[in-house]
């Protein structure tokens, strides 16, 4: 990889209450000594193990805020805590044991941080690890030309979960690394051609030995909306789909984990606040503020507003503490990025 360093233009300069009050909760009641943040408040079997994706998603939301001491505790966190001896990323740790696999999706968003905090905090030190780590990831993680699910320490994936194709990332690597440029561009293709044929959704997955997409029945939202945020990143857009979210919302005014892919129709009742937070996202790239501001709307119903709970400020259930890193991370990120748009009535 060479050493240029990119330029980045992420200006996110409005801070909300609600952004303040999930960020406190995070930094001082999820994260541990170490600066590890913890997969779920409640602490059940397995609830204080670190979670790769937890890290990625702190470190992006660091350097947005240009919060180098924050960005470095995650950053000394992955490097002495989650590095295997291969140099991706475990995707779980414990206090006192690692898991031997790592998942692309999560070692690519690690390097977006990385590449993106090298460029905000001026730190060789990011990049650096950043080298590391992609290369090992086009070494175990990539097969034929593609991107794979992951590396479980002995074998490579077979398959590639579409939301695990983060383009943008790809691309920024590509810049520094130019084995990148054919993934990228095969990943684009795995992507495009993913769509499924009437309907604003994507399949599942694709086998690389049976050269097919998952045949489903089914569409998950979060795995969809993380595939469009990955292709707007990539300035490639489905207005289908941005229209379906619009009419659940208009309609029903919510959005369900899962839906009937031929009826269009809900197949649950669940709603999710990583979902709202990746559709409110999405909604920017589309430049649509007044979606932007009801799934926003949508989102906030869920963070816990009773000062005396021990999950205050958190997006959780204040029944039982169940509080996850992936929600409330995914949750500051919108906040942060969409900050500038919210309106006043979002509580």
Known sequence: MKEEKLVFNF????ETEQERLVRSFLENKLTNSLGGIYTNYKLEQGSKDVLSESE???????????????????YDFVSNRMLLRNNL??????????YSASASIDDLRIIRALIIGYSVFDNKDYINLAKKISTAVYR???????????????????????????????????????????????????????????????????????????????ADMLQNAI????????????????EFIKNE?????????????KTRKPTSTMESTAVYATLARIALYYKDIDLFNMLLRRMMAFQV??????????FGDVRTNYAHSFDNLNALLALRVGGCYVKENTD
């Not at 200006?11 to 409005?14: A, L, N, R, T």
């Not at 990323?89 to 690692?98: A, F, I, N, P």
């Open 11 to 14: 200006e996110y300069s409005c």
């Open 56 to 74: 990625g998603l702190a470190m992006i939301y660091y350097a947005y805020t240009k919060n180098e001491e924050k960005f470095r505790e995650h």
């Open 89 to 98: 990323v475990s995707w779980r740790v414990g206090e006192d044991y690692k």
């Open 140 to 218: 175990y993680e990539c097969k034929k030309g593609f991107l794979v699910d992951y590396y479980d320490g002995y074998n490579k994936s077979n398959t590639i979960t579409l939301s695990y194709i983060d383009l943008y990332t790809l691309n920024l690597m590509g810049n520094y690394d130019l084995r990148f440029k054919s993934i990228y561009e095969n990943s684009r293709w795995i992507l495009e051609n993913g769509k499924i044929d009437g309907t604003p959704f994507f399949a599942y997955k694709y086998n690389f030995t049976s050269r097919r997409y998952s045949n489903d029945l089914k």
């Open 227 to 242: 595939v469009v945020e990955h292709l707007a990143e990539d300035n490639i857009f489905y207005l289908d789909f941005i």
């Open 249 to 261: 919302m208009n309609t029903k005014g919510a959005i369900y984990s899962q839906y009937d892919i």
């Open 305 to 314: 507003k009773d000062k005396s709970s021990k999950i205050y400020g958190a």
